[in-house]
């Protein structure tokens, strides 16, 4: 279990989705107007919405994994 004490899920959970978040959110700035969303989601972009809220998710993940290691960082110098 030592090995697993270093390991912050919210680095992968924050690079996966700030990187499907960002294809998806691209995707749907190439597809804004589409005959697709007026027949399947009431006209919506919902790639391009999604997309967006997957990326700020994720980058969200990413600024948490940040202070943590920062936070660890600043304990272990000052004891």
């Known amino acids: 279990m030592a090995g697993a004490a270093g390991m912050d ?3 992968p959970m ?3 989705f ?3 978040g960002a294809i998806i ?6 597809t804004i ?3 697709m969303y007026e027949e399947h989601s009431l006209g919506i972009d919902i790639n391009l919405w999604w997309g967006m809220i ?3 998710f994720g980058l ?4 948490l994994t940040w202070r943590a290691a920062n936070a660890t960082h ?3 110098e000052h004891p």
């Open 9 to 11: 899920i919210r680095l």
């Open 18 to 20: 700030s990187i499907i």
């Open 25 to 30: 959110t691209v995707y749907g700035l190439f």
């Open 74 to 76: 600043e304990a272990s």
């Open 14 to 16: 924050g690079l996966m």
């Open 33 to 35: 107007g589409a005959p």
């Open 54 to 56: 997957m990326t700020l």
């Open 60 to 63: 969200a993940m990413l600024a």
